[in-house]
């Protein structure tokens, strides 16, 4: 019986452990709710958390929290760095997206009407998005990807920023990131480029989305 997956039919938190699952060969139900699937589920106490995404294991266990179960699943399939120095520098890059810069500028969005989205992306585009791409640029010294020669699975954690928002033709602030890409430094482009080509086959099969993280 596989893992069932249990989010949105959107990408946010649970494309990071799509892409994970993919990577590392695992069989998994991809459970895509509405609103309405999902009502009677949160107000049953369903998900320990009251929150999506929940990866039902096969004994029954329900997972939460998209990091925590990224990070086991990650060190159950050899995703992780291999050295304590790798893991912190792939863990300060995560720290500085999630805290410093999408942790801070996500809420706005959230606490916003959908037709003041573009105006707010266009503020993050020109100032914070670039302030974190130069942040990004200095720890990609240590090889091909973030904790160096081996992929792991911050590496998904912090391109899936760039291939569910920043380049998702459905975002609505597409024209505010195309504005300022040419201005990314050429190491976070060359970083997406082959993130890109490791996924290739599930970025050109996967279903579009109106929302990234």
Not at 30 to 38: G, I, L
Not at 64 to 73: E, S
Not at 185 to 191: E, G, L, M, N, T
Request: hydrophobic share 35%.
């Amino acid at each position: 019986m596989p893992m069932k997956l249990h989010y949105f039919d959107i990408y946010g938190k649970a494309e990071p452990i799509r892409m994970l699952c993919k990577k590392a060969n695992l069989d998994f139900e991809d459970n895509r709710h509405t609103m309405d699937t999902w009502k009677p589920l949160k107000e049953s106490g369903w998900s320990p958390t009251g929150q999506l995404p929940v990866l039902e294991m096969d004994d029954g266990q329900k997972l939460t929290q998209c990091n925590a179960i990224m990070r086991l699943l990650a060190t159950q399939h050899g995703l992780v760095p291999k050295d304590p120095m790798s893991e912190y520098h792939a863990e300060s890059a995560l720290i500085a997206f999630e805290g410093d810069f999408w942790g801070k500028n996500q809420p706005k969005l959230m606490a916003a009407p959908v037709e003041q989205f573009p105006e707010i992306y266009e503020t993050i585009a020109q100032g914070p998005f670039k302030d974190y791409c130069k942040v990004l640029e200095g720890k990609l010294t240590k090889g091909k990807w973030i904790a160096g020669d081996d992929f792991t699975w911050y590496d998904i954690m912090l391109c899936s920023f760039f291939v569910n928002v920043v380049e998702n033709p459905n975002n609505k602030g597409k024209a505010s990131w195309d504005k300022v890409y040419g201005e990314v430094p050429d190491r976070v482009k060359q970083y997406i480029a082959d993130f890109k080509a490791e996924y290739a086959d599930h970025l050109a099969s996967r279903p579009p989305s109106m929302m990234g993280l």
